[in-house]
């Protein structure tokens, strides 16, 4: 096993610099992120499901709403890939139980970028043809 003080000092302080900043881009891109999901689940989703269907009206798609919802979670999303990715790259000659760890947010992201068109794209868009009048609620699965 590799240790960090096998590494000749200037390669080990360029690496963790490196190192460093990439884990500033996933501790902020994480963390904004979280923020930002949360507040859509106990907010937006209390009030768009309060009462249905007369308020799956407000939820935050369609022409009404100010901002679409992916034109902030999709440059977040790539913010935490370069953080992630570049995490991983940087610190990939530190030792396997610190690699581990760099590979979990990876993992996690990648399943997320799965799930998200296709389990919770559908379901959304389904919500919003409910709340729209533009499928028949019976229809909604």
Excluded: C
Excluded at 36 to 62: C, I, Q, R, Y
Excluded at 100 to 127: A, K, N
């Amino acid at each position: 096993m590799v240790t960090i003080s096998q590494y000749p000092a200037a390669e080990m302080s360029r690496r963790l610099r490196l190192l460093r900043t990439f884990l500033w881009f996933s501790v902020l891109g994480s963390g904004i992120g979280l923020g930002a999901k949360l507040f859509d689940l106990l907010v937006l989703a209390g009030a768009w499901g309060a009462t249905p269907p007369s308020s799956l009206a407000l939820m935050p798609h369609g022409e009404r709403f100010p901002m679409n919802p992916g034109h902030f979670f999709q440059p977040l999303h790539a913010l935490m890939i370069v953080g992630f990715v570049g995490a991983l790259i940087s610190g990939w000659k530190t030792p396997f139980e610190y690699r581990i760890w760099l590979w979990v947010p990876v993992i996690m992201l990648l399943v997320i970028s799965i799930l998200t068109p296709t389990v919770f794209w559908p379901m959304i868009r389904d919500l919003y043809g409910a709340g729209s009048g533009a499928i028949a609620i019976s229809n909604a699965n």
